[in-house]
Every structure is written in structure tokens, then in C-alpha cells.
């Protein structure tokens, strides 16, 4: 006769942290796909963990995890798997997530790269280290700088493709502010998220507030406020070192 045996195999003990549903491309400031992570022992079976908080860690490079100075983000385990639902990153770039659990001191593997892609066109702005001013000298170049497209959360904006202009203002004896003309190139479009300006000046001194405007509307104008010197002006004066110049 044949004699059946029930037997129950019980997991070994948790060994492993695994990503069970990692992460995915996201839209920066949505909220991600939710993650699951899960405990496993040497041959891989499910472990159920019930103490203890996972800390989730976000980085966006390839080195010492120790170092990152990043965002994370913590889960208790006393009600079942670890899910982390409300997972939202708003700066745009490649990422990959860590995992580690506080009360056995144990570390996922990183999980695979995603990438946070910059949300919706928002407003405009200098890009960093391309900004114009504070104070330019009548007649010669602004020098190189850029008007960037920016979303909500100065992510640059790299698929649109636009057209800025650029127009300068200065105020009047009433202290209205007049339409002043620019001499260069004062319209360029939108590459990779960047207007590149080269060859811009004023011929006029005194303050100038240099406008850059989207070709789309819904775009408030970028203002920026330089001071034009005459050619022969020394810069010192200008920052109050000694006696000030007049215009």
C-alpha cells in the first residue's frame, strides 16, 4: 500500500530584500507606480517580515550609496508586504532605488535605472551661468547667455521647440517704462530646451529691463534688470566704491 505524508516546508530564515515591482519611467512631481518589495531566503522563497520600517533611498548616480545625499522614504512592515504607494520625485534624471531594512540591517540590490522626465512647459528662466548683467557696457555684447524652458519645478523642458524674443524697456521722465531698441540677433528658437543669445547690446545707458518672451503665450515674460554704462565708465563707481557716474 502506499502511505501519503503531508508535509509543510517552512521558508528559512529572510536572507534576502528583493524589489518584487520596481520602479518605471515617471513624469517629475507624479506620483510613481507603486513598489513592492519582499523578503526571500537562500533558495528564494517568499518570507513574511511583520517588524521593523523599510527606508527606500533615491540617487541619481553610480557610486558610494553611503555618500548620496538624496531623497527617501520610509514604510512600516507591521501590516503586511512593503509597498511603497506615494513615491514622487520632481527633479528630472536617472535614478535607481535602494532598499533597506532597520531591524535585521539588510540591503536590497540597487534596482534597475529609471528615468524622471521633466513635466509640461511652466515659465522661462536664465540658464545657469547664461544670465546677462547686472552691469553691461553701452554698445558692446552682453556676452553669451541663454533663456531656458523650464516646467514647474525648473526641470528644462528639453522636447519643446519654441521661439523666444527678446525686447529691452527703460523708464521714461514719468517713470513709465519705454520700448528701447536692442541691437543683435533678439530672436532665436528653442533647442534642447535652451534660446542661445550672442550678440546682444544697448545703446543707451541708464536701467534697461531686458524682456524675454515665449511664442507661447501662455508664458509669462522673463524680466531682467541690468545697468548700461558708458563705454569710458569705471565699474567701481558703479558699485558705489567711489563717487557714482551719471548718465
Same mark, same amino acid.
Given at each position: 500500500?502506499?502511505?501519503?505524508?503531508?508535509?509543510?516546508?517552512?521558508?528559512?530564515?529572510?536572507?534576502?530584500?528583493?524589489?518584487?515591482?520596481?520602479?518605471?519611467?515617471? &513624469?517629475? +512631481? @507624479?506620483?510613481?507606480?507603486?513598489?513592492?518589495?519582499?523578503?526571500?531566503?537562500?533558495?528564494?522563497?517568499? &518570507?513574511?517580515?511583520? =517588524?521593523?520600517?523599510?527606508?527606500?533611498?533615491?540617487?541619481?548616480? @553610480?557610486?558610494?550609496?553611503?555618500?548620496?545625499?538624496?531623497?527617501?522614504?520610509?514604510?512600516?512592515?507591521?501590516?503586511?508586504?512593503?509597498?511603497?504607494?506615494?513615491?514622487?520625485?520632481?527633479?528630472?534624471?536617472?535614478?535607481?532605488?535602494?532598499?533597506?531594512?532597520?531591524?535585521?540591517?539588510?540591503? =536590497?540590490?540597487?534596482?534597475?535605472?529609471?528615468?524622471?522626465?521633466?513635466?509640461?512647459?511652466?515659465?522661462?528662466?536664465? +540658464?545657469?551661468?547664461?544670465?546677462?548683467?547686472?552691469? @553691461?557696457?553701452? +554698445?558692446?555684447?552682453?556676452?553669451?547667455?541663454?533663456?531656458?524652458?523650464?516646467?514647474?519645478?525648473?526641470?528644462?523642458?528639453?522636447?519643446?521647440?519654441?521661439?523666444?524674443?527678446?525686447?529691452?524697456?527703460?523708464?521714461?521722465?514719468?517713470?513709465?517704462?519705454?520700448?528701447?531698441?536692442?541691437?543683435?540677433?533678439?530672436?532665436?528658437? &528653442?533647442?534642447? +530646451?535652451?534660446?542661445?543669445?550672442?550678440?546682444?547690446?544697448?545703446?543707451?545707458?541708464?536701467?534697461?529691463?531686458?524682456?524675454?518672451?515665449?511664442?507661447?503665450?501662455?508664458?509669462?515674460?522673463?524680466?531682467? @534688470?541690468?545697468?548700461?554704462?558708458?563705454?569710458?565708465?569705471?565699474?567701481?563707481?558703479?558699485?558705489?566704491?567711489? =563717487?557714482?557716474?551719471?548718465?
Amino acid at each position: 500500500s502506499v502511505t501519503n505524508i503531508s508535509v509543510t516546508v517552512l521558508a528559512s530564515p529572510a536572507s534576502q530584500l528583493v524589489f518584487v515591482v520596481g520602479p518605471t519611467p515617471v &513624469v517629475a +512631481g @507624479e506620483t510613481m507606480p507603486s513598489l513592492t518589495l519582499g523578503f526571500r531566503d537562500a533558495y528564494g522563497n517568499a &518570507v513574511d517580515i511583520h =517588524s521593523g520600517v523599510l527606508q527606500l533611498t533615491v540617487a541619481d548616480f @553610480e557610486g558610494d550609496w553611503s555618500d548620496a545625499v538624496a531623497r527617501r522614504f520610509d514604510v512600516g512592515l507591521d501590516s503586511g508586504p512593503a509597498i511603497f504607494s506615494e513615491v514622487v520625485l520632481t527633479k528630472a534624471g536617472r535614478y535607481r532605488l535602494l532598499a533597506h531594512w532597520d531591524e535585521g540591517d539588510m540591503f =536590497s540590490p540597487p534596482s534597475d535605472w529609471f528615468v524622471v522626465s521633466p513635466g509640461t512647459r511652466d515659465h522661462l528662466g536664465f +540658464g545657469e551661468n547664461l544670465a546677462p548683467g547686472p552691469i @553691461e557696457v553701452a +554698445g558692446q555684447s552682453f556676452g553669451r547667455f541663454a533663456v531656458v524652458l523650464l516646467d514647474r519645478f525648473d526641470n528644462v523642458v528639453t522636447t519643446d521647440s519654441s521661439v523666444i524674443a527678446l525686447s529691452g524697456r527703460m523708464q521714461g521722465p514719468d517713470q513709465h517704462w519705454l520700448e528701447v531698441p536692442l541691437d543683435g540677433d533678439l530672436s532665436n528658437p &528653442v533647442e534642447a +530646451g535652451y534660446a542661445f543669445f550672442d550678440d546682444v547690446a544697448a545703446r543707451r545707458t541708464g536701467l534697461l529691463q531686458l524682456v524675454a518672451t515665449s511664442s507661447h503665450q501662455e508664458l509669462l515674460p522673463l524680466q531682467q @534688470e541690468l545697468t548700461i554704462v558708458p563705454a569710458d565708465a569705471n565699474r567701481l563707481n558703479i558699485l558705489g566704491l567711489t =563717487s557714482p557716474w551719471r548718465a
